[in-house]
């Protein structure tokens, strides 16, 4: 659902219970422990907690990369460049999706070791 963020505390200045409205992937809740919630892609559909902020779509894989105690630093961005790193991110996913071959071709693979241990696509039978 999301990531909760450590540091200092946050104060409410007009309380933390507001009235609910939509989330977005990426958005910094604060509830009322004060301690900040990034919520990552199971988030909940509304919420009553103020958001101070929104993590860029294209920093989500980054952040959600990061392990319990990585440090993390934001920066605010203009919707401009927002969408202009988004863009490179694509661009970069899409070089990456065309360099993809088939493992058929490929001498060192095993394809009947892979089926019979049911290890394609990181699916495994229910009753292993």
Same mark, same amino acid.
């Given at each position: 659902?999301?990531?909760? *963020?450590?540091?200092?505390? /946050?104060? %409410?200045?007009?309380?933390?219970? $507001?009235?609910?409205?939509?989330? !977005?992937?990426?958005?910094? +809740?604060?509830?009322?422990?004060? +301690?900040?919630? /990034? /919520? *990552? =892609?199971? %988030? +909940?559909?509304?919420?009553?907690? #103020?958001? $101070?902020? !929104?993590?860029?779509?294209?920093?989500?894989?980054? @952040?959600?990369?990061?392990?319990?105690?990585?440090?993390?630093?934001?920066?605010?961005? !203009? @919707?401009?460049?927002? &969408?202009?790193?988004?863009? =490179? =991110? &694509?661009?970069?996913?899409?070089?990456?999706? =065309?360099?993809?071959? #088939?493992?058929?071709?490929?001498?060192? $693979?095993?394809?009947?070791? *892979?089926?019979?241990?049911?290890? $394609?696509?990181? @699916?495994?039978?229910? @009753?292993?």
């Amino acid at each position: 659902m999301g990531m909760r *963020l450590d540091g200092p505390f /946050l104060q %409410h200045r007009g309380g933390w219970d $507001i009235v609910s409205d939509a989330i !977005t992937t990426g958005a910094i +809740q604060v509830p009322g422990s004060g +301690q900040p919630i /990034l /919520l *990552l =892609a199971d %988030h +909940q559909t509304t919420g009553g907690y #103020p958001k $101070i902020a !929104t993590v860029i779509s294209a920093d989500l894989p980054v @952040v959600g990369r990061r392990r319990p105690g990585d440090r993390l630093r934001f920066a605010a961005v !203009t @919707v401009e460049v927002a &969408e202009e790193l988004c863009r =490179a =991110a &694509e661009c970069h996913l899409a070089e990456l999706v =065309a360099k993809l071959e #088939p493992i058929s071709d490929h001498p060192a $693979i095993d394809l009947g070791s *892979l089926y019979d241990n049911n290890l $394609i696509s990181g @699916v495994v039978s229910g @009753v292993e």
